[in-house]
C-alpha cells in the first residue's frame, strides 16, 4: 500500500504560472515513487492567472479536498472602486508603477496589508484549516505533512497539525520569508517585522525537515537552525518537451512569464538598439518575442529604444504554449528582479530553459544562484544589469551562429534562407562555443526529483 502525503498548497490548477508547477509536477509523479498525493487546496481563491491545460497533470491517484476561504481582496475592490487599481497586485505591489509614484489609496491599503493581515492576507484560513484537516487525518490518516509557501500562513497549519496530531511536517519555501527581496519594502511597523522573525524562526525550529528550492537559500536556513534543511530544486517535465518546433526563420529573443519593472533590462535594450543601427539584417531578422504578463514600462522602454517594429506581444499563453515559444527561441530571456537580494532566487522557468535546449541570457547577479546554476550546466551566462559589455558578447556570438545555421541550411537544401527546420542543440558560452555539459540538465528533470522527494519523506518517517 502507497503512503500518503498531505500537501497543503494555496496554488492548485487551474491556477497558472509558475508557482502552482512545482505541486502538481510532484503529485503526477508520486504515485509512481509510491506515495499518493492529498490535497488541500481553497476552493474559492484569488488567481491571477489561468491555465485549465495543467488540470490534466493531475495523476488519477490524487486525493483532492477543497475548503472555501474568506480574503480581503473584494472588500478592498468595493471600498476602493471598481474603477481603481485595486486588484491583488496593487496589495503586494512595491513599486511605483505610476509616474507620480502610488495613490494615497495603494499606499493605504499596502500599509493595512503589511500590518494587519499577519504572515499574509491568507492568514484567516489558517484556524479553519486546522479544525477541518484535524477531524479529516483522523478519518483520513496520512505519513507525512508538507505545506508550501508563499503564501507563509500555511506553514502555520502544518505547525499545528504537527504539534497537535504528531504527524512530520515539511515546510517547502519556494521563496524565502523575511529574505524575500520585498520584504524589507513593506511599511512594517517594528513589532510587526519583529513578528515575522519570530514566526520564520518558530516554522523554521518545529518542523521535521525544512524544504527550500535553491543552495543559497539552504545555505541561510541550515545557518539559522538545527533542524534539517533541504534542497530540491525546481525543474522540467520531460514530457512537456517531447516534440520539435520549426523555425520560423527569425531570431527569436523571448521571454515568457511574468515580466515585472524591477527586471527591465535597460541595457539589453540599448544593446539590440545600436545592433539594428549596425546592421540592417539583423534588424529585419530580430523578434523579440514576449510571452506572459509585462509590465507597461517594458513596452515604454522598448518604445523608447526604437524596437517597437521586433516586439511580438504574444500574451498570456496556457504552458504548453508556453513550451512551444521555448522550444522556438534562438535566444532565450532570463532578466531577474533587479535587487540584491533576488540572488537567492532560482525562478522555476529557468529549468524549462534549460530543457528547451537554446541559449540562456540570464540578467542579474554574476554570483547568485541562477549564474551557478547556467555555469554548471553550461546552458548560458548570467551578466549584470549594466553590463553592456558582457550582454554583446553574448548576442553577438548567439547571432553569429544563427546566421551561419541559415546560410548552411539554405545552401544544402537548395531554399530561400530561412526556410529551414532549426535543431535544438547546445547552448552556447558567451565566446560562442559549445558549452552544455552533459547530463548537467538531466538532473532537474521533475522525475528525478520526485525521486528524492520521496526519500525525503522516508526519511521524516524514520526519525
Given amino acids: 500500500m502507497s503512503r500518503r502525503v498531505l500537501i497543503i498548497t494555496y496554488y492548485w490548477p487551474p491556477c497558472g504560472g509558475s508557482g502552482v508547477q512545482r505541486w502538481v509536477k510532484f503529485a ?5 515513487a509510491g506515495w499518493q498525493p492529498v490535497i488541500y487546496t481553497p476552493e474559492n481563491p484569488e488567481y491571477q492567472g489561468i491555465d485549465h491545460s495543467l488540470e490534466e497533470e493531475i495523476p488519477p491517484e490524487a ?12 472588500i478592498y475592490r468595493k471600498l476602493m472602486g471598481h474603477g481603481s487599481t485595486t486588484d491583488m497586485k496593487v496589495l503586494t505591489s512595491t513599486e ?17 496589508r503589511s500590518n494587519l493581515f499577519v504572515p499574509d492576507p491568507r492568514v484567516g484560513w489558517v484556524r479553519p484549516s486546522v479544525r477541518f484537516l484535524k477531524k479529516y487525518l483522523r478519518e483520513h490518516p496520512v505519513d507525512v505533512i508538507v505545506t508550501t509557501s508563499p503564501p507563509q500562513s500555511l506553514h502555520l497549519i502544518g505547525e499545528r497539525l504537527h504539534r497537535e496530531l504528531g504527524i512530520p511536517w515539511i515546510p517547502d519555501f519556494r521563496d524565502p520569508w523575511t529574505q524575500m527581496y520585498w520584504f524589507k519594502r513593506m511599511p ?5 517585522e519583529r513578528r515575522h522573525h519570530r514566526l520564520e524562526q518558530r516554522v523554521l525550529d518545529n518542523a521535521s525537515a525544512v524544504l527550500t528550492v535553491t543552495p543559497l537559500m539552504q545555505e541561510a536556513y541550515a545557518a539559522r537552525t538545527h533542524t534539517p534543511v533541504a534542497m530540491i530544486t525546481n525543474g522540467y517535465d520531460a514530457e512537456d518537451f517531447a ?15 511574468l515580466f515585472p ?5 535597460h541595457a539589453l535594450w540599448k544593446v539590440l538598439a545600436e545592433k539594428c543601427a549596425a546592421d540592417p539584417v539583423f534588424a529585419a531578422r530580430l523578434r523579440i518575442r514576449l510571452a506572459g504578463k509585462t509590465d507597461r514600462n517594458i513596452y515604454a522602454s522598448l518604445h523608447a529604444a526604437g524596437l517597437d517594429g521586433n516586439v511580438v506581444d504574444c500574451g498570456y499563453l496556457d504552458h504548453r504554449a508556453t513550451v512551444r515559444e521555448q522550444l522556438g527561441a534562438s535566444v532565450l530571456l532570463l ?7 533576488y540572488a537567492l532566487i532560482l525562478p522555476g522557468k529557468l529549468f524549462e530553459y534549460l530543457a528547451a535546449g537554446h541559449p540562456v541570457l540570464g540578467i542579474g547577479a554574476p554570483d547568485g544562484a541562477m549564474a551557478r546554476v547556467l555555469a554548471d550546466t553550461g546552458a548560458g551566462s548570467c551578466c549584470a544589469f549594466d553590463d553592456e559589455a558582457g550582454i554583446r558578447t553574448f548576442l553577438d556570438a548567439a547571432w553569429a551562429r544563427f546566421a551561419a545555421g541559415v546560410a548552411h541550411a539554405a545552401n ?10 532549426e535543431t535544438r542543440g547546445y547552448a552556447l558560452s558567451p565566446e560562442g562555443t559549445p558549452a552544455a555539459t552533459p547530463g548537467a540538465v538531466e538532473q532537474y528533470e521533475r522525475q528525478a526529483l520526485t525521486r528524492r522527494l520521496a526519500e525525503l519523506l522516508e526519511s521524516v518517517i524514520r526519525k
Fill in 96 to 112: 511605483d508603477e505610476t509616474p507620480g509614484g502610488k495613490s494615497w489609496k495603494q499606499r493605504l491599503s499596502l500599509w493595512v
Fill in 261 to 265: 519593472v524591477d527586471g527591465n533590462p
Fill in 412 to 421: 544544402d537544401a537548395g531554399v530561400p534562407s530561412g526556410s529551414f527546420a
Fill in 188 to 192: 512594517f511597523l517594528p513589532c510587526v
Fill in 63 to 74: 486525493e483532492i479536498v477543497k475548503r472555501p476561504i474568506i480574503e480581503p481582496y473584494g
Fill in 243 to 257: 516534440q520539435t518546433v520549426q523555425s520560423d526563420g527569425f531570431f527569436n529573443l523571448v521571454h515568457t512569464g
Fill in 335 to 341: 532578466p531577474l528582479r533587479n535587487d540584491p537580494d
Fill in 28 to 32: 503526477k509523479y508520486l504515485p509512481a
